[in-house]
């Protein structure tokens, strides 16, 4: 007998997203929801991440970012607003970080879908 795997709609994937954000799980979100080609898109004024593509770069940008993180003050995602193979969510950080100090982020993060897995994250700040 041979199953057939379905893949989750933008809606079903912003929802896991949505769920797991509230917790803070982000690498949960990265392991469960991103593609194996998935890319990570920084603003070009962004000065401290570069953009990274494959889901094992974009985990290691992820990792280098919290490394220089000393303190999370506080942090809270929006539920996301959806469209047909988009999803975006705001994102509000108040931070400690080495070599910049305590910084306040207000972001924007935008994500497509494609068969079930998010392909891209792209950011605005």
């Known amino acids: 007998m041979k199953t057939e795997t379905v893949a989750l709609t933008t809606t079903e994937v912003a929802a896991r997203f949505n769920e797991l954000a509230q917790q803070e799980k982000w690498f949960e979100i990265q392991d469960e929801l991103f593609a194996e080609n998935v890319q990570s898109i920084e603003p070009?004024?962004?000065?401290?991440l570069q953009n990274a593509e494959g889901k094992v770069a974009v985990r290691k940008k992820g990792e280098d970012w919290i490394s220089r993180v000393e303190a999370m003050h506080s942090a809270s995602t929006t539920a996301p607003l959806i469209s047909s193979k988009h999803f975006a969510v705001g994102r509000l950080?108040?931070?400690?970080?080495?070599?910049?100090?305590?910084?306040?982020?207000?972001?924007?993060?935008l994500y497509e879908?494609?068969?079930?897995?998010i392909v891209k994250e792209q950011f605005f700040y």
């Not at 070009?44 to 401290?48: G, I, P, R, V």
């Not at 910049?100 to 207000?106: C, K, Y």
């Not at 879908?113 to 897995?117: A, R």
């Open 44 to 48: 070009a004024t962004a000065s401290y």
């Open 93 to 109: 950080m108040d931070i400690t970080v080495r070599g910049i100090g305590r910084i306040q982020i207000n972001e924007i993060m």
């Open 113 to 117: 879908v494609e068969n079930g897995q």
